[in-house]
Each structure stands twice: as structure tokens, then as C-alpha cells.
């Protein structure tokens, strides 16, 4: 107990601050030091999360890839910056020839979805190292110092700080060390101080609830599996994005093919336009003709202008994909789309069964729901924990030292101990019964979840079979159609030029043929 007591007029008021400067100087230093230090924790932060995702890949996959969520502002000060070097990018647009791998890799590099996927992954990894730190030595040091004054005048001053650790362990038992240094000196009335040193250990062990690995680890078991679905996540989702980006390139080539498809079509009905007016100039073609001629040739035109300002737009939605400037040019290589034609169909020969099974062993996010089906089994288990009844073993032990503090000269008999056992009877388990309840309603959703994934995926794998055997059969019906068509089109040319046919069998003939040329290409795109 402190005893106060009061002060001396004209007594002279030492000042514990200057005494304690070493102190205080050294708790400045730290909280610079700390602030200083964000790039450092920062790399930390990323070694750790990098190091979980690079082990959980492996673990997956047999392999690791390359994996950062830096992007080309990553290196730079947030108040660098500023809004207008974003407007001033996105008018900085340039002529772009690019391939359809140059596409895949300037999209992984900038599209917006992707990188927001990679920071989710990368969340969810970091997650797990708060879950891991729990049952790590968690070191603390701690450090103070204060002046008071009390309502009679009486003041005093304090510093001192304690350094220790708590660890959590899977057994369920937590530990604790700390070593305290505590100064205290009265300014006023006796000039006295006093210093107390303190060395602790305490221990807690439950014996029946929240006792045994599974209970105890469940967060952390849960947090790594969270990243086990966010890397398949992931994955499936570059899968998916790499389809998307394909998909999205031989879209705009099969709309290339059917603009250069109308194009020539639309010469042929000019052709046709000036043959007819100059045999009207001769005599020997009516108003009629001429003007139906004139109409057609002008809806191909309108067609043509239509399908170039599509594809312009369809070409924007991919410079965003891409995540480059909607001003750039883009210039899309052909060669995939001509070596596709040249190659037809790809076939594709594998059964409902063998294609379901594989689904079953390779399909990430069915793997997911499965391994999810398995976690509403295990989480039964640790609710059903929790209704038990709260029996603790707990210990501690202290020692101190008065005056200058020798850590290796305590006394051990003055050792303070003390043990004991603590039992809490489940007499109101409200809560917990709720929780355990909840847990088997949601094992059963779980499992109607899990039952409904593979009927779907069963579904989707015969829809998706049976839509490649119609495409097949619609390229194959459309390649006679062109063949047939082609053929007509040679036909009546040469019938209207000896004058055996109108112009008129000569438009339909043309229309026909740009129809069959148009539904080839989306056939065999449709295919792929």
C-alpha cells in the first residue's frame, strides 16, 4: 500500500521524468522504429502468403506456378498517383497487332476481374497465417511511464514494462510468461521509491470441453482449407478466363469473316447492278430490274455497314477484357481462324460415363463441394464438443525481487504457486444446443448440395456431348449447303449470261451463298 503524505512548502520537486528519459527514449525509438517499418511488415506479409499458396499448389497439383498480385502501380506511393494519369492513359491509345496468345498473356497481366481474383487468393492465404500465429509463441513487450497528482497535491510517478509470450496449444492448453519491472517514486513527502521485479508462469488445460485436436484446431483446419478452395477456385477461374478470352477472339474473326463474306457479296451484286443498267442503256433490261437490283445491292450495303460497327464494338468489349485503352487499335491475326477452317473438326470421342468420371477426379469446383460435404461432417463433431461440461486445470506461478533487479539471484523460496481444478456443470447450454442443431441441419444441406452438384454435372456433361454431336452434324449439313450453293451461284451466272435466266435467280443465288458462308463459319466457331 502507498502512504501518502503531504508536501513541504519550499521543498524541492524532483523529477522522475529525467529519470526515466533511458526509458521513455527507448519507447520513442520503438514507435518510430514501428512506423518506419510498414514496407517491412508488408514484405513479411507477402512472403508468408506467397510461401502458403506456393505449398498449397504443390500440394494440389504436384507443381507450383508463379504467383504476385504487384501490378505496375504496386511499387509506387498511392500519392503519386492521381486521377488524371488514369484519363491521360486511357486516350493513349496505339496500334496493336496482336496474336491470339498475345491477347491471353496482356489479359492475365491487366484485366481487372483477374487481378481482383489473385487478391482474393491472396486474402484468403493471409487469412491463415493470423490462424497459424494462435498457436505460435506470441511475443509482447510492452513499456509505460506517467506522472500523477492526486486531489490532495500529492505526486507521484511510475515507468516500468513487462516482456512475455502466450501460446495456444492443439491439446487445448494456453501458456503464458511474463517478466515485469515496475519503478515507483513519490515526489512529495518522503522522498522514497520502489522497485519490483516479476517473474510469471501460468497454465490453463480444459480436460473435457474445448480438450482434444479436433475441437481445438477447428478454425485453423478451416482456415486451410479455405485456401485449398481458393486455389481451385483460382484456377478454375483462369480455366474459365482463358475459354472466355478464346472464345472472345474467334468470335471477332468469325464476325471478320462474315464482313469480308458480305463484302464480296456486295461486289457481286454491284456487278450485277452495272450489267443490268448497261443492257437497260441498250434496250434490253426494264426500269423494274434495274431498280430491284439497285435495292438489293443497297440492303447488302446497309448489312455490311451494320456488321462493321458490331465488330468495332464487340472489338471495344475486348480492349477492355484485354484491359487496355477502348482508343487503341487493335489488329486481330487471322492465321487461327484459317488454320481452323483448314482443319475442320477436332473430334471429340468419349462416353457420358468416362467423361463424368473424369469430372469426378479433375473438376475443381465439384472437388470443392465435396471436401465442403466433409467439413458440415466434421464441424458436428466440434458443436457437439461444446455441450459439454467445462471442467479447467489451471496453474500459475510468480516471483519477485525487491531493489535492483538480478535476474539470476532470485530467491526460489519465495516462489508464489498455486493449482487448481474448476468445473462449470452444463446446466445452460442454450447456445450450444442451437449451434449443434444448426450443424446437422446444415451437414444435410450440405449433402442435398453435394447431390445436386453431380446430377447437375451429370446433366451438363450429357447436354454438353449431345450439343458437339448437333454442331458436328450442322457443320457437316452446312458444308454441303455452301457446296450447293457455290454451285448455283456458278450455275446461274453463266445461264443469265446466255440469257436462259433472270437477274432475279441470280440475287436469290447470291443470297443463298453469303447465308451458307456465314453459317459455316458460325458452325464451326459454335464447335469450338
Given at each position: 500500500?502507498?502512504?501518502?503524505?503531504?508536501?513541504?512548502?519550499?521543498?524541492?520537486?524532483?523529477?522522475?521524468?529525467?529519470?526515466?528519459?533511458?526509458?521513455?527514449?527507448?519507447?520513442?525509438?520503438?514507435?518510430?522504429?514501428?512506423?518506419?517499418?510498414?514496407?517491412?511488415?508488408?514484405?513479411?506479409?507477402?512472403?508468408?502468403?506467397?510461401?502458403?499458396?506456393?505449398?498449397?499448389?504443390?500440394?494440389?497439383?504436384?507443381?507450383?506456378?508463379?504467383?504476385?498480385?504487384?501490378?505496375?502501380?504496386?511499387?509506387?506511393?498511392?500519392?503519386?498517383?492521381?486521377?488524371?494519369?488514369?484519363?491521360?492513359?486511357?486516350?493513349?491509345?496505339?496500334?496493336?497487332?496482336?496474336?491470339?496468345?498475345?491477347?491471353?498473356?496482356?489479359?492475365?497481366?491487366?484485366?481487372?476481374?483477374?487481378?481482383?481474383?489473385?487478391?482474393?487468393?491472396?486474402?484468403?492465404?493471409?487469412?491463415?497465417?493470423?490462424?497459424?500465429?494462435?498457436?505460435?509463441?506470441?511475443?509482447?513487450?510492452?513499456?509505460?511511464?506517467?506522472?500523477?497528482?492526486?486531489?490532495?497535491?500529492?505526486?507521484?510517478?511510475?515507468?516500468?514494462?513487462?516482456?512475455?509470450?502466450?501460446?495456444?496449444?492443439?491439446?487445448?492448453?494456453?501458456?503464458?510468461?511474463?517478466?515485469?519491472?515496475?519503478?515507483?517514486?513519490?515526489?512529495?513527502?518522503?522522498?522514497?521509491?520502489?522497485?519490483?521485479?516479476?517473474?510469471?508462469?501460468?497454465?490453463?488445460?480444459?480436460?473435457?470441453?474445448?480438450?482434444?485436436?479436433?475441437?481445438?484446431?477447428?478454425?485453423?483446419?478451416?482456415?486451410?482449407?479455405?485456401?485449398?478452395?481458393?486455389?481451385?477456385?483460382?484456377?478454375?477461374?483462369?480455366?474459365?478466363?482463358?475459354?472466355?478470352?478464346?472464345?472472345?477472339?474467334?468470335?471477332?474473326?468469325?464476325?471478320?469473316?462474315?464482313?469480308?463474306?458480305?463484302?464480296?457479296?456486295?461486289?457481286?451484286?454491284?456487278?450485277?447492278?452495272?450489267?443490268?443498267?448497261?443492257?437497260?442503256?441498250?434496250?434490253?433490261?426494264?426500269?423494274?430490274?434495274?431498280?430491284?437490283?439497285?435495292?438489293?445491292?443497297?440492303?447488302?450495303?446497309?448489312?455490311?455497314?451494320?456488321?462493321?460497327?458490331?465488330?468495332?464494338?464487340?472489338?471495344?468489349?475486348?480492349?477492355?477484357?484485354?484491359?487496355?485503352?477502348?482508343?487503341?487499335?487493335?489488329?486481330?491475326?487471322?492465321?487461327?481462324?484459317?488454320?481452323?477452317?483448314?482443319?475442320?473438326?477436332?473430334?471429340?470421342?468419349?462416353?457420358?460415363?468416362?467423361?463424368?468420371?473424369?469430372?469426378?477426379?479433375?473438376?475443381?469446383?465439384?472437388?470443392?463441394?465435396?471436401?465442403?460435404?466433409?467439413?458440415?461432417?466434421?464441424?458436428?463433431?466440434?458443436?457437439?464438443?461444446?455441450?459439454?461440461?467445462?471442467?479447467?486445470?489451471?496453474?500459475?506461478?510468480?516471483i519477485n525481487s525487491d531493489g535492483p533487479t538480478d535476474y539470476t539471484d532470485f530467491n526460489i523460496d519465495n516462489v508464489r504457486w498455486n493449482y487448481g481444478i474448476e468445473l462449470n456443470l452444463p446446466i445452460d447450454r442454450l447456445r450450444e444446443r442451437n449451434a449443434y442443431r444448426s450443424t446437422i441441419i446444415n451437414f444435410e444441406a450440405a449433402l442435398r448440395r453435394l447431390s445436386l452438384q453431380l446430377d447437375t454435372k451429370r446433366q451438363e456433361i450429357e447436354v454438353g456431348l449431345r450439343t458437339l454431336r448437333q454442331r458436328k452434324?450442322?457443320?457437316?449439313?452446312?458444308?454441303?449447303?455452301?457446296?450447293?450453293?457455290?454451285?448455283?451461284?456458278?450455275?446461274?451466272?453463266?445461264?443469265?449470261?446466255?440469257g436462259r435466266s433472270q437477274e432475279r435467280d441470280l440475287r436469290e443465288a447470291l443470297n443463298s451463298q453469303v447465308a451458307s458462308q456465314n453459317s459455316v463459319t458460325r458452325a464451326l466457331v459454335d464447335y469450338l
Open positions: 500500500m502507498v502512504h501518502r503524505s503531504s508536501r513541504l512548502p519550499g521543498d524541492p520537486i524532483p523529477s522522475l521524468w529525467k529519470r526515466s528519459y533511458p526509458v521513455l527514449w527507448s519507447l520513442l525509438f520503438v514507435l518510430v522504429l514501428t512506423g518506419c517499418q510498414a514496407s517491412w511488415h508488408r514484405k513479411k506479409a507477402d512472403k508468408d502468403a506467397y510461401r502458403i499458396i506456393s505449398e498449397v499448389e504443390n500440394q494440389i497439383f504436384g507443381r507450383t506456378n508463379s504467383f504476385t498480385i504487384d501490378t505496375r502501380f504496386s511499387s509506387r506511393s498511392p500519392k503519386e498517383i492521381d486521377s488524371l494519369e488514369l484519363i491521360e492513359e486511357s486516350l493513349s491509345g496505339e496500334k496493336l497487332h496482336l496474336t491470339l496468345n498475345d491477347c491471353l498473356d496482356i489479359a492475365v497481366k491487366n484485366n481487372r476481374t483477374y487481378q481482383t481474383q489473385k487478391e482474393s487468393l491472396f486474402l484468403t492465404a493471409l487469412n491463415l497465417t493470423a490462424a497459424e500465429r494462435n498457436f505460435q509463441d506470441n511475443w509482447f513487450l510492452r513499456m509505460f511511464g506517467r506522472n500523477s497528482r492526486s486531489g490532495s497535491g500529492d505526486r507521484t510517478g511510475a515507468a516500468g514494462g513487462d516482456l512475455g509470450f502466450n501460446q495456444a496449444f492443439a491439446t487445448g492448453a494456453s501458456l503464458g510468461m511474463n517478466i515485469a519491472n515496475d519503478l515507483l517514486k513519490f515526489y512529495t513527502g518522503d522522498p522514497r521509491r520502489s522497485a519490483i521485479s516479476t517473474i510469471s508462469f501460468n497454465l490453463a488445460q480444459p480436460l473435457l470441453r474445448g480438450v482434444g485436436r479436433r475441437a481445438v484446431i477447428e478454425n485453423l483446419t478451416q482456415a486451410e482449407r479455405n485456401v485449398i478452395y481458393a486455389v481451385r477456385d483460382y484456377t478454375q477461374f483462369q480455366k474459365e478466363f482463358s475459354v472466355g478470352i478464346v472464345e472472345q477472339y474467334f468470335r471477332l474473326l468469325q464476325s471478320k469473316d462474315i464482313i469480308r463474306n458480305t463484302y464480296t457479296n456486295y461486289l457481286q451484286r454491284l456487278d450485277a447492278t452495272r450489267r443490268l443498267i448497261a443492257h437497260q442503256e441498250a434496250g434490253n433490261e426494264s426500269v423494274v430490274n434495274v431498280g430491284q437490283a439497285q435495292q438489293a445491292e443497297l440492303d447488302v450495303k446497309n448489312s455490311y455497314v451494320n456488321l462493321v460497327a458490331n465488330y468495332q464494338t464487340s472489338l471495344d468489349s475486348l480492349k477492355i477484357q484485354l484491359g487496355i485503352p477502348v482508343s487503341s487499335q487493335l489488329i486481330l491475326d487471322d492465321s487461327p481462324f484459317q488454320d481452323l477452317k483448314s482443319a475442320g473438326l477436332m473430334e471429340f470421342v468419349m462416353t457420358s460415363e468416362q467423361a463424368f468420371a473424369l469430372a469426378i477426379e479433375k473438376n475443381l469446383p465439384l472437388m470443392n463441394e465435396i471436401d465442403r460435404f466433409e467439413d458440415s461432417k466434421r464441424k458436428i463433431v466440434v458443436a457437439a464438443n461444446q455441450l459439454m461440461a467445462d471442467l479447467n486445470l489451471a496453474a500459475d506461478a510468480s452434324r450442322n457443320y457437316e449439313i452446312e458444308l454441303v449447303g455452301l457446296e450447293i450453293a457455290n454451285d448455283r451461284v456458278t450455275s446461274v451466272s453463266l445461264f443469265v449470261e446466255a
